[in-house]
């Protein structure tokens, strides 16, 4: 069932590119999700729940509209949500909104030291960023919820896509089952291209100098040069160079 609904997804995208906007919608979403990962590696989450300005593009104009949180980890995903999947209003958009904030709940049931720190008496406040490999866990988790929460999406709404077998589904969500593990396995690991990349750079570097010299490869730009060849992979078109070649227009 999760084959059929990603085929009739990739199908309907093939078909059309520009299909739904989700294209277009997903690269942005997926540079603002760097752009995040910039602040999480260097800060920890409470760059984002400080509203700390190492971004100050990334920080809304409507600062008085934000909620007040009890709880800072329930900030910390309610601002993860805002910065990544925007204020839109179409059906894309939230379903990004889902995608995130469900990748960013996950992130914390997983991995409960991520809570404790925000939760901790001036937890929020000790700017200790995370961990590449749980930057990387919400990096490919985003994709593939994103993917699951459109389908969905389409499910209630009742949208045909190319593929007619979604007529036939019930609205409970079912199709979704299988789905995040079958598009997970589509998206590549930024942290194991920024070790490769880092690694190349440094023999080049070797091969030029007799130095020791380890190069400084930032996940957040790997992860953002990654964004194009993963929406692609995910939609469905024929991305031969991951990062390096654009998807189709």
Not at 94 to 103: F, G, N, T
Not at 136 to 145: E, G, Q, T
Not at 153 to 178: F, H, M, N, Q, Y
Request: with cysteine; glycine share 8%.
């Amino acid at each position: 069932m999760a084959t059929a609904a990603i085929d009739a997804l990739q199908g309907s995208c093939r078909a059309d590119p520009s299909a739904f906007g989700l294209q277009d919608a997903a690269c942005a979403a997926g540079a603002r999700l760097a752009d995040a990962m910039e602040i999480l590696g260097a800060v920890g989450p409470s760059g984002l729940v400080n509203k700390n300005p190492v971004h100050e593009d990334l920080r809304s104009e409507e600062e008085g509209d934000r909620l007040d949180w009890q709880d800072p980890a329930d900030a910390f995903v309610a601002e993860v949500t805002r910065q990544v999947g925007g204020e839109g209003s179409t059906i894309v958009d939230a379903a990004l909104r889902r995608a995130i904030a469900a990748s960013a709940q996950r992130l914390l049931t997983t991995h409960p030291e991520i809570r404790e720190s925000l939760t901790a008496p001036d937890g929020a406040s000790q700017g200790r960023g995370l961990a590449g490999d749980l930057l990387c866990l919400l990096y490919r988790w985003f994709f593939a919820d994103l993917v699951t929460e459109f389908l969905r999406a389409v499910i209630a709404e009742k949208i045909k896509l190319t593929v007619p077998v979604l007529e036939v589904i019930d609205s409970e969500g079912r199709i979704a089952d299988g789905v995040a593990e079958k598009i997970l396995a589509l998206i590549p690991n930024p942290c194991e291209e920024a070790e490769a990349q880092a690694a190349e750079a440094t023999e080049a570097a070797l091969s030029e100098s007799e130095e020791s010299m380890e190069a400084d490869v930032p996940l957040s730009d790997v992860a953002r040069r990654l964004v194009p060849g993963v929406v692609g992979k995910i939609l469905g078109f024929a991305v031969d160079a991951l990062g390096e070649e654009e998807v189709p227009t």
